[in-house]
């Protein structure tokens, strides 16, 4: 994510924020442009920014404090374009309910920030009813007794159980299912890996490369996942597996390595932002733990660059960490094969075809 600055006084401000703590001026993010503006009210709920001269709206979301997206006051919709993805929404009459979506909309708009930085196709079903996304955010209520909403993808629709916006809850099935990461965030970028799997990849010539590197997708899901709860991963997975669960299926595979991709890109901007520098004090030996993220990964083409400065940053987060008392930022290890379907996922989105 990269840093933001008010443009009316250049204090440092979140993505979230709807307000400069410095200046107090109202604050909106203009998802065309990637810009946090500062506004000025007017009559009729105008805002104009004074940076740009335009006029917007906020998003209707707003009003509920999940949203500082901006919409241009001639567009008719109601809501920002992060915000109109959405199906099914929690029931904000329950108070929790209301503050586990303020914390899945702060993960998808995260989400949709960085498929925009992309340029990745993002439609709504609404308008594509075929191969459009939509988000669909739901409680266990009112569900026979043993049943559950399972967070998942299929043909567009990513289902979450607003259960896993609580930390409790969260936490208690990372343990039960042996995970060393799970958030949010992560759920979206995995299952948006699905979806941009049947986007970009099936039907089109990345599908052999794929075969090569993640295995066969036609053999039946149903079949690897009786068979992986019944007998678990195989015991070698970190040779080439970003997870367990990525040992599953093909298409499990690559949606986890997908989000790592996601995950490894998004923390780069940030350090890129920053401009972090890792230069360790230490008898050399090579320099691969000394790292300055000098390009911003979300646009840089050269995979090598992303990975090299990856590694001694990751290492540099978690020591930090540690020291801290705290468990890992990235309690991960890229093995060569994984590193190879990363590079191919870089591919894919950048559409670098002649390195396939
Ligand atoms: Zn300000
Ligand atoms: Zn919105
Ligand atoms: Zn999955």
Redesign the pocket.
Same mark, same amino acid.
């Given at each position: 994510m990269q840093l933001f600055n008010c443009d009316h006084c250049g204090h440092p401000v979140y993505f979230d924020n709807v307000r400069c703590d410095n200046c107090g001026h109202s604050l909106g993010f203009d998802p065309e442009r990637m810009l946090m503006l500062s506004l000025v009210a007017e009559e009729g709920g105008k805002w104009r920014s004074p940076a740009s001269g335009k006029l917007f709206k906020y998003c209707a979301n707003q009003t509920h404090d999940v949203c500082n997206w901006l919409i241009p006051m001639e567009k008719d919709s109601q809501y920002c374009m992060a915000c109109e993805l959405n199906r099914v929404i929690p029931n904000l009459t329950n108070p929790i309910y209301a503050d586990r979506w303020r914390k899945i909309e702060q993960a998808k708009h995260r989400l949709v920030y960085a498929l925009l930085k992309w340029g990745l196709p993002i439609t709504g079903k609404f308008k594509d009813t075929d191969s459009g996304l939509i988000f669909d955010f739901k409680a266990d209520d009112h569900l026979p007794e043993g049943e559950r909403i399972l967070t #998942? @993808?299929a043909m567009g629709v990513i289902t979450l159980n607003i259960a896993e916006a609580d930390d409790v809850e969260r936490e208690m099935a990372k343990k039960q299912m042996d995970e060393v990461y799970r958030t949010v965030l992560g759920h979206f970028r @995995? !299952?948006v #890996? @699905?979806y941009y799997w049947e986007q970009l990849v099936l039907d089109s010539p990345w599908i052999d490369g794929f075969h090569l590197l993640f295995g066969d997708e036609r053999q039946s899901y149903q079949a690897c996942l009786d068979y992986y709860y019944r007998n678990g991963p195989q015991k070698d997975w970190g040779n080439s597996f970003i997870s367990p669960?990525a040992t599953m299926h093909p298409?499990?595979d690559w949606? !986890?390595t997908w989000a790592h991709y996601m995950h490894i890109v998004d923390t780069l901007e940030t350090a890129y932002s920053f401009g972090l520098q890792v230069q360790p004090r230490r008898k050399k030996q090579g320099d691969w733990l000394s790292t300055h993220v000098e390009e911003n990964a979300y646009t840089c083409k050269d995979f090598q660059t992303i990975i090299s400065m990856w590694m001694p940053l990751s290492i540099a987060m978690n020591s930090m960490n540690r020291s801290m008392g705290a468990r890992d930022l990235y309690p991960f290890v890229l093995s060569a094969p994984v590193v190879e379907k990363l590079s191919f996922i870089h591919r894919v989105i950048h559409g670098v075809k002649d390195l396939q």
């Open positions: #998942g @993808h @995995h !299952e #890996g @699905h669960y298409w499990e949606a !986890e």
